[in-house]
């Protein structure tokens, strides 16, 4: 393997270059290396190698791409953003959400990489910082969210973003993606993660029920009321609130809820006393809004309040490369929980890969709870899998793992880039090169 022109000339204005950072760098308590314009790691500080190197695998002089991804090439030429090329194009620093080999295995990366100019204004070197996700997992897991398409990693980068913001934060996608899972992630990454996570279930509450939950009550304010009790904003002092199907607001609510979040400001039912609201908005609807603006039944003024950042979480049929991943966490999470631990026959997973998930997560762990009803060697089999409804059909154009006479037939035969190859076969561009180089076609 070729190896980076060596630092140990001291005479060499690169060793001059490097060694500063790394005495800069060692100061610093995030992983962060630095790299040479042709991807070489030169060095790297000791928070980098405590949490990314290995003592059997040598890192230093090593390409970035082979030891982060175990890529042959360049992350751009396998389908990956690759932070370095367009740090260059912007002669500026670039950021973006990669998923890493780690010593722990696969794990989600968030990576800030800057370049450092001569006093010709060259780009003589990479200064990448890396920090790892805690609020995903790209492997199996007992709780949060899971997965590692790009679709996926698409809304966690989104997340990454805003979640160290107060803006509000709107959730967006059909029933069953998990919206509370991604706003718990938002307050998780949050500089209020110490603080309460309270969930609003705005769908089925009538008015004088809504501003009750949300606000509170005094003693003697209406029929039943004994004691004062505290609202929803009230619990959620110096954490997040999270107001889930908030398209379910009855329109005469929509008023007061709009002046609490432009003032911060509340009354208790029953009281005149003015109550100071500290808390993070996080809101979330599978409803079109747009159209529900259009017909009068939300407000707009509501909706470009709460719509400040607007995320849109992908169905679970363009994810389909994580179904094997969120199939093994639902059955790792259910033997944890003292139930029987159960496998999946390879043909099951297959077909549980095809399918085109309306419910999305939601059914797909609905399936699962019922195949292993059926499961009695545990194993579950395709047998033990619920037919889907009539005209859910499945997901056009998908190769099942492993279908590799099939893939290298259309690869073969197919008059298109490999951009579009991946687009016709509803993968990634990522896992179209995963399986190229798996099967030796690209």
């Not at 695998?57 to 932070?83: L, N």
């Not at 009230?234 to 809820?257: H, R, S």
């Amino acid at each position: 393997m070729p190896t980076p022109p060596s630092p140990s000339n001291e005479a060499s204005p690169l060793h001059a270059t490097v060694q500063s950072l790394i005495s800069f760098l060692e100061h610093e308590t995030q992983p962060m290396i630095v790299l040479d314009p042709d991807y070489n790691i030169l060095a790297a500080n000791t928070a980098y190698r405590r949490q990314f190197g290995s003592s059997d695998q040598p890192f230093i002089g090593h390409k970035c791409y082979r030891i982060s991804h175990h890529y042959d090439v360049p992350c751009d030429q396998a389908g990956e953003h690759c932070p370095m090329k367009k740090a260059q194009e912007l002669r500026g620093p670039d950021r973006v959400l990669h998923i890493h080999h780690t010593p722990r295995g696969p794990e989600h990366v968030a990576v800030e990489l800057r370049p450092i100019f001569d006093e010709e204004g060259a780009i003589t070197a990479y200064v990448e910082r890396l920090e790892v996700v805690r609020s995903a997992s790209a492997r199996p897991s007992e709780e949060g969210l899971v997965g590692r398409s790009a679709a996926f990693n698409q809304v966690l980068a989104a997340l990454q973003r805003v979640a160290p913001s107060m803006l509000p934060v709107l959730l967006l996608g059909e029933s069953g993606t998990g919206k509370e899972l991604f706003a718990r992630a938002v307050h998780e990454t949050s500089k209020r993660s110490a603080g309460p996570f309270v969930v609003v279930d705005c769908s089925g509450l009538t008015e004088t029920l809504f501003e009750s939950e949300l606000f509170g009550h005094e003693k003697g304010a209406f029929t039943g009321a004994t004691s004062r009790k505290p609202g929803l904003v009230e619990t959620a002092q110096g954490g997040t609130l999270f107001l889930d199907e908030i398209g379910d607001v009855p329109l005469a609510m929509q008023v007061k809820l709009l002046r609490l979040i432009e003032s911060g400001t509340y009354r208790r039912v029953g009281s005149v006393d003015t109550q100071h609201a500290d808390f993070r908005l996080v809101a979330a609807t599978h409803k079109p809004l747009d159209q529900m603006m259009a017909q009068g039944t939300f407000r707009q003024d509501l909706y470009y309040r709460i719509s400040a950042f607007p995320i849109l979480l992908p169905p679970l049929r363009e994810r389909a490369e994580d179904i094997a991943l969120l199939v093994h966490s639902f059955l790792q999470r259910a033997a944890d929980a003292g139930k029987p631990r159960l496998t999946m026959a390879p043909n099951a997973m297959a077909l549980l890969q095809q399918r085109a998930w309306p419910g999305n997560v939601r059914e797909l762990r609905n399936v699962l709870e019922r195949a292993r009803l059926f499961a009695d060697d545990g194993v579950i089999r395709i047998e033990h899998l619920p037919a889907a409804p009539m005209g859910q059909g499945a997901v056009a154009d998908v190769l099942p793992p492993g279908d590799g006479p099939t893939l290298a037939q259309v690869f073969a035969t197919f008059d298109g880039t490999r951009k579009e190859l991946a687009a016709h076969l509803r993968f990634s561009e990522r896992t179209l090169y995963r399986r190229l180089k798996e099967q030796n076609l690209d």
